[in-house]
């Protein structure tokens, strides 16, 4: 089994390994960084960087050879078939360089890769990535010229692509911002599922969708008005965001492996519009133990109103146990391997993690913040 963790914005943001995991890869504005713990204790260490001057966007480790893939802000995938030693790029058929997203889809022995770019287009490999085909029917997706993105150059793009558990043809694909799409037939054509209508302000700005494994009728889904529950596979839903909740703009978004009742949410206090001027994200990570009903904040005074925003997050899980990882602007990483329940800070300074302009976003509100402050 495949035991690699990887840490970004926008890759693949879920894994399961044999063990405590001892081997962390993170993506940043300047490559990835191999984190390592031989003991499995709190003292992790920096063991390498590769891909020195790229912004990666989005790591994915696929299960079928092992394979590390990075996604870069403009230059394209890169893939590493060696642990990160060394890495190729080019692969034929991808042929939008701004590679933002990543995911894989597994059943049994057969993996589906599946790369989102900015602007939004969608590519699938079936052969590990050594050759890749676009998805046809995102490029007349219903609504396709009312998306864009605020930030310049005002592009939209693929945040994140989900598959149906029963059935891989059934396609869930988030653009930020835009739409929130679903395609029953792999691709071929899509449908726009309207969640605006439970209370929707910011554009339909889709983040991530994931399944109640119990029953993958009821899904989830986050983005820039806060988190959405449907019980028909889309068709409608409710708003199951409040201001108690604490996290206003938030990522990453789970369910316990252990109790699908249990949500964890991960973000920023406010949205990035705000950091502009604050220069503080107020993230935090929140968790539910009643559906998404009722939140309270976890991680104690460690994790309790970063100033850098958790731009990146991953659930890991083991037999018997599972745990998080999760990174900031601020270049901090932070753990839990205890469901959540106690954190600890196991890098520091390491360049931004982020994904877009967020980490400038931040840096201009700070600078901001200071002149004021400064002024005789």
């Not at 395609?183 to 209508?197: M, N, T, Y």
């Amino acid at each position: 089994m495949n035991q690699m963790v990887c840490l970004s914005p926008n890759g693949v943001d879920t894994y399961h390994v044999p063990a405590l995991p001892t081997t962390l890869m993170v993506g940043t504005m300047n490559g990835v960084v191999e984190l390592r713990n031989r003991a499995r204790t709190e003292d992790w260490q920096e063991v390498n960087r590769t891909l020195d001057g790229l912004h990666i966007s989005s790591l994915m480790s696929e299960p079928a050879r092992g394979a590390l893939f990075a996604g870069v802000h403009g230059e394209g995938l890169y893939r590493s078939l060696d642990g990160a030693r060394t890495w190729e790029r080019n692969l034929p058929g991808l042929t939008v360089p701004h590679v933002f997203s990543l995911s894989f889809d597994r059943r049994a022995e057969a993996v589906t890769l599946y790369a989102g770019t900015e602007p939004a287009r969608l590519f699938r490999s079936r052969n590990g990535g050594d050759s890749w085909h676009e998805v046809p029917g995102l490029a007349s997706a219903p609504g396709r010229d009312k998306w864009w993105f605020p930030a310049p150059p005002h592009i939209a793009h693929v945040k994140h692509v989900a598959t149906d558990p029963r059935d891989p043809r059934v396609l869930y694909v988030c653009i930020e911002q835009g739409a929130l799409l679903k395609s029953s037939d792999g691709g071929e054509h899509f449908e726009q599922l309207h969640f605006e209508d439970a209370g929707c302000r910011y554009n339909n700005d889709a983040h991530r969708i994931i399944f109640n494994p119990r029953d993958p009728d009821e899904i989830f889904l986050d983005g820039g008005d806060g988190i959405f529950r449907s019980r028909d596979a889309g068709q409608s839903w409710e708003h199951l965001a409040t201001p108690a909740m604490r996290v206003a703009y938030p990522d990453h978004l789970y369910l316990a492996p252990d109790d699908p009742s249990t949500v964890f949410a991960v973000g920023g206090g406010d949205p990035p519009n705000i950091w502009r001027s604050s220069g503080h994200a107020r993230s935090t990570i929140v968790r539910s133990r009643d559906g998404g009903h009722s939140w309270s904040q976890i991680g104690g005074a460690l994790l309790d109103s970063l100033p850098g925003n958790l731009e990146a997050a991953t659930l890991v899980s083991w037999p018997g146990g599972y745990g998080f990882f999760a990174g900031s602007t601020d270049g901090e990483v932070f753990s839990s391997f205890d469901r959540g329940e106690h954190w600890s800070r196991i890098a520091h300074s390491l360049p931004p993690v982020s994904k877009c302009v967020h980490h400038g976003n931040l840096a201009k509100g700070r600078a901001a913040v200071a002149a004021v402050e400064n002024r005789p």
